[in-house]
């Protein structure tokens, strides 16, 4: 029963929104860190100045702007953008009970190429090179799981938001 309970949870949780706008409606170069915490509490600073947040079923690792179109340590501020808005994150689910199953997120296909080009066998990407969300995909088993699924600025976003 338990485990059923989790799988309903995990599921609703990644298929009731679309990709576009984000995972938990964080959408990167719009939404900031205090929204983001707001989400997911207080993070844990990471190797290159990410932080990173964990919940129930995933770990989200952020990357903020610094001063927006300054040099900075990282190459943080090659936006427009207010400091500590975020600029790209990864989420990494957690194989408990087991990774969220590709059918079960809200995705349109005609928007991602498959990439297969990988060294193993039964992983592969699904990339939307113009909304800037790549999935890592799993084929276990006679299923396809989501591993991770990594979201960066739009092109729209990415020429909108260009120091110039």
């Not at 995990?10 to 409606?25: R, V, Y």
């Not at 290159?48 to 964990?54: A, H, Q, V």
């Not at 900075?72 to 990494?92: A, C, D, I, K, M």
């Amino acid at each position: 029963m338990f485990f059923v309970i989790v799988m309903m949870i995990l599921t609703s949780t990644i298929s009731c929104q679309s990709l576009e706008n984000g995972w938990k409606d964080i959408k990167p170069l719009h939404s900031n860190k205090g929204e983001v915490e707001k989400i997911f509490g207080e993070p844990k600073i990471v190797g290159n100045n990410s932080y990173r947040y964990t919940t129930d079923d995933a770990y989200v690792e952020v990357k903020y702007a610094t001063a927006p179109c300054k040099e900075s340590q990282y190459g943080r501020g090659v936006f427009r953008v207010p400091e500590n808005t975020v600029l790209e994150y990864h989420v990494y689910f957690k194989e408990f009970p087991e990774f969220p199953r590709l059918s079960d997120i809200k995705l349109d296909k005609r928007k991602y190429e498959k990439d297969t080009s990988g060294d193993a066998p039964f992983i592969y990407s699904y990339w939307n090179r113009d909304g800037g969300i790549r999935l890592s995909v799993n084929f276990k088993g006679d299923v396809d799981r989501v591993q991770g699924i990594a979201f960066s600025p739009s092109k729209i976003d990415e020429e909108k938001f260009a120091c110039k």
